[in-house]
């Protein structure tokens, strides 16, 4: 168990145009959803943590607008990335809890956007 | 302010042992991850630890210290495959995952 997918695996756009990335925990419900961005080389960064429901809560330097996120039930999360320029371009990764009394994190493989 | 600490890299030889440390100051303590990530795919969950002691799974064995805000990760017969990003993150009192920025392990034949 505890699977996690995200659509789509990899994206190009030009710049200027939104973005949605869905996340979706295929065999568990997730009571929290994180989003993770990546740079080649560097660590995760969290961007924001969001529970089913309600409204994500965005770390320091995460633009919530330029960054939307909705969790609107235990499997499905969304981020659209809106306006997108070429800073953006990254490797997005989302991760759902809620199986593990722990809350241990089941990560989705990724989604690669370049953003032209 | 929180803070988790291991090294950069480390190289290593195929069929070897080798240990990843991690160092941690954080608010409050409810956990231990590590997890693999190779380059360009998502981490995977190794280990969990809350208690103080070593946790052993095959090859891999974690090791936590709670008094010293210390843990390893011990990876025993390195394979080739083994190569990739170790990451050592901890669970805080607010229960946030607090990540550290990661060990690139390099195994040399």
């Known amino acids: 168990g505890a699977v996690v997918s995200q659509h789509p695996s990899w994206v190009i756009c030009k710049s200027g145009t939104s973005v949605k990335i869905e996340c979706r925990s295929l065999?568990?419900?997730?009571?929290?959803m994180f989003w993770y961005r990546q740079f080649p080389k560097q660590s995760l960064m969290l961007m924001a943590t969001?529970?089913?429901?309600?409204?994500?809560?965005?770390e320091q330097g995460v633009e919530k607008d330029k960054f939307l996120i909705n969790h609107a039930s235990l499997t499905l999360s969304t981020l659209t990335v809106t306006s997108a320029h070429p800073e953006d371009s990254s490797f997005y990764i989302c991760?759902?809890?809620?199986?593990?009394?722990?809350?241990?994190?089941?990560f989705g493989p990724g989604t690669r956007l370049t953003v032209l | 302010g929180q803070n988790i600490d291991q090294p950069t890299e480390m190289t290593a030889t195929e069929g070897a042992i080798v240990q990843i440390n991690c160092t941690y100051q954080?608010?409050?303590?409810?956990?231990l991850f590590w997890y693999q990530q190779h380059a360009g795919e998502a981490p995977t969950f190794l280990s969990y630890?809350?208690l103080d002691g070593l946790e052993e799974k095959g090859r891999f064995s974690s090791f936590l210290s709670r008094s010293k805000g210390y843990s390893y990760l011990l990876l025993k017969e390195l394979q080739m495959k083994d190569s990739a990003s170790y990451l050592c993150?901890?669970?805080?009192?607010?229960?946030?995952?607090?990540w550290g920025a990661g060990t690139k392990l390099i195994i040399k034949p």
């Open positions: 993150a901890v669970i805080d009192s607010n229960y946030q995952l607090i």
């Open positions: 630890n809350v």
């Open positions: 969001s529970n089913e429901g309600s409204k994500a809560t965005y």
């Open positions: 954080t608010s409050g303590f409810n956990g």
């Open positions: 065999d568990f419900q997730a009571t929290t």
């Open positions: 991760s759902a809890s809620g199986l593990s009394s722990y809350n241990e994190q089941f």
